[in-house]
């Protein structure tokens, strides 16, 4: 019997976790169809997940559901935007909840979610993006009158979630990230307590203006609820705000049509330490070392009723009386700390929202700082009036307070400063509707940063405010060799310090010495580069003219006399608008523009040279030696105009890689010098009769393009005696040459060979007579290869001389033959005429016959002729290439009355 029963348990337990197995295969597909469609008969929007696995056996005796990416997406007027995603949701509920009719709710134990995002937004026209519930109206009709859920939650959970809330209508945004958020007790109760823990990241903006930026924030707290009433009562409480701790009581009420709330709070202590765990981290530097005196109290009460039309109403109060800080490393105190300032409503309504500073006040040994303001209608057209008065010695403040990246600093600081504005009218650069006056004035200023690699000085610094316009009068300074004086006006002061607008003004700077490399930072070489390090950034702020004057500008080796142009800053572009300044014994005149609003910044330019010392020029810019490296060779003085384009390294120096553009230059006075020309005497070397110390330059003009670090020259043509050459190409940057030069060499150039015919034929027309002559230019700058094709130029010479000496011979035998005709014709003969005898005159006028009526000559003759012919030309070209290519012995130095 026993090993029956035995038996028959095994069986059930057996069959038991077969089922608790089996069950959640066969089940996970209909509930997680049934969550879904629950959920989406309740809402206006869309929601689903990736997959959904139930288990039996990982809450046994309840089924927990998770739920896989989860998400839930608006409808219309929000159609598209994600309300909630979630990494996973879980549902813990009875295991009889699985079995229940469909129409019935699903009771839910214990909900936890993690890596979550809800985004909950009120767009312009006040719509909320969380007003998802159907009405009764909208509902199915399985759904119009009962609840999709009910709740009887023993525990929840929320982990790694971030919550956005956004009022478009108010400028409002509240950030909480990284919440932790768990809470225990028995929700099925109509009255229990609820155990919960809490911590997270707050960041808050209102009006558009930061007020909370990224504070962690941590709650323990207790929750009396009493469902029946919809009551949550705080019991015991015990909170923290960055570093400022609170304690708090009171109770919010939920009611149909409000909220019903009274809250108390406050800090446990009245330690000033209280004081510095409200400061931004950035501001409480070291605070673990700071020694304090002196009492902070934070205290508030909020109460009344928050519904459409109004907020609680609230008093938040900060006090500090005669309080004090000082830190470990730094000799001095600041002390006669005053705090007197509070966030206040008192009637319910949004817009009476205001904070004011009654008095905020410090000193530093005889050193006195004060400010007073009141910020009116904090949700709507907020309203400012401040009074800020100061008089400082600026090297006490570095002896009190830590300067990180900042030593050395001096100076007086005298200031009565007020104001008062609206927004609306800072938005509408309504500026006549502000008042702000008031002067400013810092004399003997002093400071060594790390960004700069000499001191900034300030002798005097004065600033006068007025409604419309900051006017600086006076801004007269050095840093490094430079030295600065700076007058002009901000016609925004107040919309760029409150209203994110940009800063707008007009400049004039004056200096005698203005030297480029006192602003640049210096890097240790070792550890950046212009590649690696970070890209200088012209200000996206700065919109504003500066008229800029100055004796003589240095920007590394070249120094600039008498600069004189404007300079527009505006969207991370500067503009070069007509400046002028002497260099090189010339003038330069530049117009462009300089932006870092891409990745990399870049550069367009135009560039016009007046008279440069060529030789100047190309020793002390990398541009010239890329464009045109045979400058290094000449003497004298060019014209120029440069289009040029590119991107610039992060020190602002140009990547050569990428330039583009084109150069029209103008030689004159221009002298060759030889021993650098290494072109002209390679070319030299190949046609003897090219001396380079003759090459005249003077009035040359040549255009170039480039690109792609490939520079192309346009055909140009140097005139050298009665030669005349003709060039073009192109060259690298890296200085490899791909040129042609043709010359059009006159004959009388070409040896004594080539003379000797020419005198032989005695005509006039041939002390004209060119031959073309091709030289190919390759090789790199330094090391040219020069390759000339003479043989053409030669053949075509002899064919031209044969030509013409045939011509000749032609047209005298038909002069000889006239006379002839009309000597026999008249009947006169003499045995002494050109043709020597009477068979010779009958064989003569025969031929002169035959050819005038076209008859056919001896064949033998006629080959004869051609032959010898042939032979003229054949060794008249053998002979010519000879003496030029030096292959015979016989001297065929060409004499010097021929060339010069």
Do not use: W
Not at 40 to 53: H, W
Not at 206 to 214: L, R, S, V
């Amino acid at each position: 019997m026993k090993k029956k029963v035995v038996k028959i348990t095994a069986l059930v337990l057996v069959l038991l976790g077969g089922a608790l197995l089996a069950i959640p295969f066969v089940l996970e597909n209909k509930i997680g169809d049934l969550l879904k469609d629950k959920v989406n008969q309740s809402i206006n929007g869309t929601f689903g997940f990736s997959e959904a696995n139930l288990s039996l056996i990982r809450s046994f005796p309840n089924a927990e559901l998770r739920v896989q990416d989860a998400y839930l997406i608006n409808k219309a007027p929000f159609e598209g935007d994600t309300l909630l995603s979630a990494g996973e949701l879980s549902l813990t509920m009875s295991v009889f909840e699985l079995f229940k009719d469909p129409k019935d709710p699903l009771q839910i134990k214990r909900l936890a979610l993690d890596k979550a995002i809800l985004a909950v937004k009120v767009d312009l026209d006040d719509n909320a993006n969380y007003d998802i519930a159907l009405s009764a109206e909208g509902a199915s009709d399985t759904t119009a009158s009962e609840d999709a859920f009910s709740f009887d939650l023993q525990e929840y959970a929320i982990t790694n979630t971030r919550f956005t809330y956004q009022d478009l209508t108010k400028g409002t945004l509240l950030e909480l990230s990284e919440i932790n958020h768990e809470g225990s007790g028995d929700l099925s109760l109509t009255a229990s307590e609820l155990e919960t823990t809490t911590s997270a990241v707050l960041s808050l903006q209102m009006n558009n203006m930061p007020y909370i930026n990224k504070s962690p924030i941590e709650l323990q707290a207790t929750l009396g609820i009493n469902l029946e009433e919809s009551t949550y009562t705080f019991l015991k409480n015990e909170g923290r705000m960055n570093q400022l701790p609170l304690i708090f009581d009171g109770f919010v009420k939920v009611n149909e049509e409000n909220q019903e709330m009274e809250i108390h709070f406050a800090t446990p202590s009245s330690d000033f330490n209280n004081f510095l765990a409200v400061l931004p981290d950035a501001y409480a530097k070291e605070m673990t070392e700071v020694t304090t005196s002196g009492n902070f109290i934070v205290e508030g009460t909020i109460k009344g009723v928050l519904d459409d039309m109004h907020i609680p109403m609230f008093n938040i109060s900060m006090q500090s009386e005669n309080a004090s800080l000082k830190y470990a490393s730094m000799p001095k105190t600041i002390d006669n700390i005053v705090i007197n300032a509070g966030i206040i409503n008192t009637s319910g309504l949004a817009k009476d929202t205001y904070a004011v500073i009654n008095k905020g006040a410090f000193s530093i040994d005889d050193d006195q700082f004060s400010v007073d303001a009141k910020i009116a209608d904090l949700l709507g057209n907020t309203k400012v009036n401040a009074n800020m008065n100061a008089q400082m010695n600026l090297a006490n403040i570095a002896k009190a307070y830590p300067m990180d990246g900042a030593t050395n600093l001096k100076g007086n600081l005298k200031g009565s400063i007020s104001t008062s504005f609206d927004m609306v009218s800072l938005e509408k650069k309504q500026y006549q509707n502000t008042q702000t006056s008031g002067q400013l004035t810092v004399s003997n200023f002093e400071i060594t940063t790390e960004q700069f690699k000499h001191p900034i000085v300030l002798n005097a610094l004065a600033m006068d405010f007025k409604p419309a316009r900051v006017t600086l009068k006076e801004m007269n300074g050095t840093m490094g060799d430079t030295d600065f004086k700076i007058t002009g006006a901000i016609t925004n002061l107040l919309g760029f310090l409150f209203n994110k607008e940009n800063v707008e003004g007009n400049f004039n700077m004056v200096s005698n010495t203005f030297d480029v490399n006192d602003f640049m930072v210096d890097e240790d070489s070792d550890e950046t580069t212009s590649e690696t390090s970070e890209a200088i950034k012209i200000p996206s702020f700065l919109e504003c003219s500066i008229q800029a004057q100055a004796n003589t500008v240095l920007y590394d080796d070249l120094a600039l006399q008498e600069v004189k142009g404007l300079l527009t800053i505006k969207d991370e572009t500067v503009t070069v608008s007509n400046l002028t300044s002497s260099l090189f014994q010339g003038k330069l005149a530049v117009n462009g523009t300089v932006s870092t609003k891409n990745e990399h910044p870049s550069f367009e330019m135009n560039l016009g040279a007046s008279a440069f010392r060529i030789g100047e020029a190309f020793a002390s810019l990398e541009l010239f030696q890329l464009l045109a490296p045979a400058a290094k060779a000449l003497k004298g003085t060019m014209n120029t105009e440069i289009k040029i384009a590119g991107d610039l390294k992060n020190d602002f120096t140009p990547n050569f890689a990428t330039i583009t553009g084109n150069l029209l230059a103008e030689l004159f006075g221009t002298e060759l010098n030889p021993e650098r020309a290494q072109i002209v005497s390679a070319l030299s070397n190949q046609l003897q009769f090219i001396k380079p110390e003759n090459l005249k330059l003077d009035g040359l003009k040549t255009a170039l393009s480039f690109e792609n670090g490939q520079v192309t020259v346009k055909p140009f043509t140097v005139n050298y005696q009665d030669i005349a050459i003709t060039v073009k190409g192109s060259h690298s940057f890296d200085q490899q040459l791909n040129y042609t030069a043709t010359l059009d060499v006159p004959a009388k150039y070409l040896g004594s060979e080539v003379n000797s015919l020419i005198a032989k034929i005695d005509e006039k027309e041939l002390q004209n007579l060119t031959v073309p002559i091709t030289a190919t230019i390759g090789g790199l700058y330094s090391s040219p290869k020069v390759q000339t094709d003479l043989t053409s130029g030669i053949k075509s010479l002899t064919t031209q001389l044969v030509a013409i000496q045939k011509q000749k011979m032609l047209t005298k035998g038909k002069e000889k033959a006239s006379d002839l005709i009309g000597s026999v014709l008249s009947g006169k003969s003499k045995t002494s005429d050109t043709l020597g005898s009477p068979t010779g005159a009958k064989n003569g006028v025969e031929g002169v016959l035959g050819t005038i009526l076209g008859k056919k000559q001896d064949t033998a003759s006629q080959d004869t002729t051609t032959t010898v012919k042939k032979d003229v030309v054949k060794e008249s070209a053998k002979s010519i290439l000879g003496g030029l290519l030096r292959k015979k012995k016989k001297d065929t130095t060409i004499p010097k009355d021929t060339i010069n």
